[in-house]
């Protein structure tokens, strides 16, 4: 699977971006497909991850800030930001991975970086005041 990030770029504090991830791919056969960030010097983490049933998970961060949506018919993963603040300045990373095992019948998606097996380039995204 080879993922191709795009919509980064500087913007002022209190602005809007939409970032969006082109899968080479299927996307309706991943199950786990998310939004990490990395900062310089910080470990990179989990900003919102969906689900192949459509449920999100969001880091308490930017939850109410940024949504995070998956359209399979473009093979594309997005993340609407908003209200964004010098904090989220980062390199957003689009990652996809496999469901995690099973619990009580129901499977879900990691927040660990290191569930995801396949990695986009990534995109830097530069808020300024």
């Known amino acids: 699977v080879q993922l191709v990030e795009s919509g980064g770029g500087p913007v002022q504090a209190g602005g809007s971006l939409r970032l969006s991830c082109e899968a080479s791919t299927d996307t309706s056969s991943i199950y786990c497909m998310g939004w990490f960030r990395q900062a310089p010097g910080k470990e990179r983490e989990a900003v919102a991850i969906?689900?192949?049933?459509?449920?999100?998970v969001y880091a308490e961060s930017v939850k109410g800030r940024f949504s995070i949506s998956k359209d399979n018919a473009e093979n594309s993963l997005y993340l609407q930001m908003g209200s964004l603040k010098p904090g989220d300045t980062a390199k957003y990373y689009c990652a996809s991975g496999p469901a995690r095992p099973a619990i009580l019948g129901t499977r879900w998606c990691s927040q660990e970086r290191t569930d995801y097996n396949y990695w986009g380039q990534g995109t830097q995204v530069t808020v300024y005041s």
């Open positions: 969906i689900d192949g049933d459509g449920r999100t």
